[in-house]
């Protein structure tokens, strides 16, 4: 007797009934529950056909077998479906998950047809990333992406299986000799450098805002963002509650990157006083121009009184760093930049990680902070007095 194939059923005699019994495993149904079918004959082979017929059946039933769907479909119903039912257009997990399967994922496997891509697709995909420079951390997040795109597929009888898991990351030598993408390593700057560049901004509309990034480490989307409501110059102290957010090229303003994001932030007496100048000036051009309305409640606006979009802003910040001759500056150095002046001044790390909108202390250890100085002295005071003790200590 020849045994029966997987996902071909059972079948069995019932001696008191005299009559065959066929049984069927049709997998999870979409409420999560296992779906099984019995039938019975007078024979094993009439019952045998009736398990043909009714695995038929449910293969041919639409949402029920793998259509022919391709990679890039897949992952375009699983972001509307499975990710806006818990990330909402426009979060930080919304606009980390479309970018990724955007530039990625549909770029490199979007045409791909689900029932042929294997791991080594997906293994051709990471290699072709890395060996562009992208960082391993940006490779894992792409293959982690495509895994839950494939995992979800399987729940939904839309593929079988998650060859994503399966595949292998590059190894680090192909990372190591990878053409390099142009990035550059975000600097901060000293003291003085730091005060050439905002005596450079004083005469401009834009002097406020670079006090402002400065003291308060504020992230480009959220200086940008902050409104006459989040300000209260009495009790010197600055709401960061919102960010720009980009999605499918429009712009809009919503919550900060992560949940710790929102927070209060008081200003010391210097940004304070450039808030109130600016304010007032922005005040009057803004009743002298005829500026547009909608943006009535934005503190920082471009000349004509609109959003500063991220190339103006970066474009301000390049042209005032090389007026001050500090050399290149980007936005995002000027949060570097509070976060290493007060490193240096002895403000510990878990305040510092409060300051900039982070949970632990980890990104301020490992990215925010820069060493400002060249020696490194944390030795001198402490072995001086623990190697000559009758030492008189230094002033």
Same mark, same amino acid.
């Given at each position: 007797?020849?045994r029966?194939?997987?996902?071909e059923g059972?079948i069995?005699h019932?001696a008191?009934?005299?009559?065959?019994?066929g049984?069927?495993d049709?997998?999870?149904?979409v409420?999560?529950?296992?779906?099984r079918?019995k039938v019975?004959?007078?024979?094993k082979?009439?019952v045998?056909a009736k398990l043909?017929v009714?695995?038929?059946e449910?293969e041919?039933?639409?949402?029920?077998?793998?259509?022919?769907?391709?990679?890039?479909e897949?992952a375009?119903?699983w !972001?509307?479906?499975?990710?806006?039912s818990?990330?909402p257009? /426009?979060?930080p997990m919304?606009?980390n998950?479309s970018?990724?399967?955007?530039?990625?994922?549909?770029?490199?496997?979007?045409?791909?047809? !689900?029932?042929t891509?294997?791991?080594?697709h997906?293994?051709?995909?990471?290699v072709?990333r890395?060996e562009?420079g992208f960082?391993?951390?940006?490779?894992?997040?792409?293959r982690n992406?495509l @895994?839950?795109?494939f995992?979800? /597929?399987?729940?939904r009888?839309?593929?079988?299986?998650?060859?994503?898991?399966?595949?292998?990351?590059?190894?680090?030598r192909?990372?190591?000799?990878?053409?390099?993408?142009?990035s550059?390593?975000?600097r901060a700057?000293?003291a003085d450098?730091?005060?050439?560049?905002?005596a450079?901004?004083e005469?401009?509309p834009?002097?406020?805002?670079l006090v402002?990034?400065v003291?308060?480490?504020?992230?480009?989307g959220?200086?940008?963002?902050v409104?006459d409501e989040d300000l209260?110059?009495?009790?010197?102290?600055l709401?960061?509650?919102r960010a720009?957010?980009? @999605?499918?090229g429009?712009r809009?303003l919503?919550?900060p990157?992560?949940?710790?994001?929102t927070r209060?932030v008081?200003?010391?007496?210097?940004a304070?006083?450039?808030l109130?100048?600016h304010?007032t000036?922005?005040?009057s051009n803004?009743?002298?121009?005829?500026w547009p309305p909608?943006?009535d409640? !934005?503190?920082f606006?471009?000349?004509?009184?609109t959003?500063?979009h991220?190339a103006?802003?970066?474009?301000?910040?390049?042209?005032?760093?090389?007026t001050? /001759?500090v050399?290149?500056l980007?936005?995002y150095?000027?949060?570097?930049?509070?976060?290493?002046?007060?490193s240096?001044r002895?403000v510990?790390?878990?305040?510092?990680?409060d300051?900039?909108g982070h949970?632990?202390?980890?990104?301020?250890e490992?990215?925010y902070?820069?060493?400002?100085?060249?020696?490194?002295?944390?030795?001198v005071?402490p072995?001086e007095q623990?190697?000559?003790?009758d030492?008189?200590?230094?002033?």
């Amino acid at each position: 007797m020849t045994r029966r194939g997987r996902g071909e059923g059972t079948i069995h005699h019932e001696a008191e009934r005299d009559r065959w019994v066929g049984q069927l495993d049709l997998g999870l149904g979409v409420d999560g529950k296992r779906i099984r079918r019995k039938v019975v004959g007078r024979t094993k082979s009439d019952v045998a056909a009736k398990l043909r017929v009714l695995r038929s059946e449910h293969e041919s039933r639409p949402g029920t077998t793998p259509r022919q769907l391709t990679v890039g479909e897949l992952a375009s119903d699983w !972001l509307e479906i499975a990710v806006r039912s818990r990330h909402p257009e /426009g979060s930080p997990m919304w606009d980390n998950y479309s970018y990724v399967l955007e530039h990625h994922v549909v770029s490199g496997l979007g045409e791909h047809p !689900l029932r042929t891509v294997s791991p080594e697709h997906i293994e051709h995909l990471l290699v072709d990333r890395a060996e562009k420079g992208f960082s391993p951390a940006t490779v894992r997040r792409i293959r982690n992406t495509l @895994s839950q795109v494939f995992r979800w /597929g399987v729940r939904r009888r839309q593929c079988n299986w998650d060859p994503a898991s399966f595949a292998e990351m590059p190894p680090a030598r192909v990372f190591e000799q990878a053409t390099s993408r142009g990035s550059r390593s975000p600097r901060a700057l000293t003291a003085d450098e730091t005060q050439a560049l905002l005596a450079a901004a004083e005469p401009t509309p834009h002097h406020a805002m670079l006090v402002t990034a400065v003291c308060t480490g504020a992230r480009p989307g959220e200086l940008t963002a902050v409104c006459d409501e989040d300000l209260d110059l009495t009790r010197r102290v600055l709401l960061i509650c919102r960010a720009w957010k980009s @999605s499918g090229g429009f712009r809009h303003l919503g919550e900060p990157k992560t949940k710790t994001g929102t927070r209060t932030v008081a200003l010391p007496p210097i940004a304070v006083e450039a808030l109130r100048v600016h304010l007032t000036r922005q005040q009057s051009n803004r009743q002298a121009e005829r500026w547009p309305p909608e943006w009535d409640s !934005l503190v920082f606006t471009s000349s004509a009184g609109t959003p500063i979009h991220p190339a103006n802003l970066r474009r301000i910040v390049r042209d005032l760093a090389e007026t001050a /001759g500090v050399g290149h500056l980007t936005p995002y150095d000027l949060r570097h930049t509070a976060a290493s002046l007060l490193s240096d001044r002895g403000v510990p790390n878990h305040e510092l990680a409060d300051l900039l909108g982070h949970t632990t202390t980890r990104m301020v250890e490992t990215h925010y902070r820069h060493r400002l100085t060249e020696a490194i002295d944390v030795a001198v005071n402490p072995m001086e007095q623990i190697l000559r003790p009758d030492a008189p200590e230094p002033g």
